[in-house]
């Protein structure tokens, strides 16, 4: 499994005008859902289907998402979504977002990931995510 992958991704796509309000701006929930679709694409590009970690009895939850905006993205635009995984602890991901149009930050984040299992209580992450922490450290 790519380490590299799995701990830097940059994602892009074009921003569809069912994502944008009234005055063509993206409006700010979606950026959630870019956040989301980010961390999926670096799982996968990374050999991990988040399917499997699913299946596996797992799930990924967002439990903490703090986001700043800092320009206006709008429709049609084309993003890039650069994430970076920032900790790796027994049970939680924490992970850093960065969104652009060319050089132009529009926004940044913060998420905090629990793995936790079909009841809801905390759950260790699978050991290929616990195999990433080393290489954390050496970052």
């Known amino acids: 499994m790519p380490a590299d992958t799995l701990l830097h991704y940059s994602h892009e796509f074009r921003v569809a005008y069912h994502q944008t309000d009234g005055q063509r701006r993206v409006h700010h929930s979606n950026y959630l859902n870019f956040f989301e679709d980010a961390r999926v694409e670096m799982l996968r590009a990374g050999g991990v289907r988040y399917k499997d970690v699913e299946d596996s ?83």
């Not at 903490?64 to 993003?79: G, I, P, R, S, T």
């Not at 979504?81 to 913060?110: G, P």
């Not at 299992?117 to 260790?124: L, N």
């Open 57 to 139: 009895g797992r799930l990924l939850v967002v439990t903490e998402m703090n986001v700043q905006y800092h320009a206006a993205a709008e429709f049609d635009d084309w993003l890039r979504l650069d994430v970076v995984v920032t900790e790796i602890r027994k049970v939680r991901l924490r992970h850093h977002y960065d969104v652009f149009r060319d050089q132009t930050l529009i926004a940044s984040a913060d998420s905090t990931i629990a793995c936790v299992g079909a009841d809801g209580r905390p759950k260790k992450l699978p050991a290929k995510f616990l195999d990433l922490a080393a290489h954390l450290d050496q970052a």
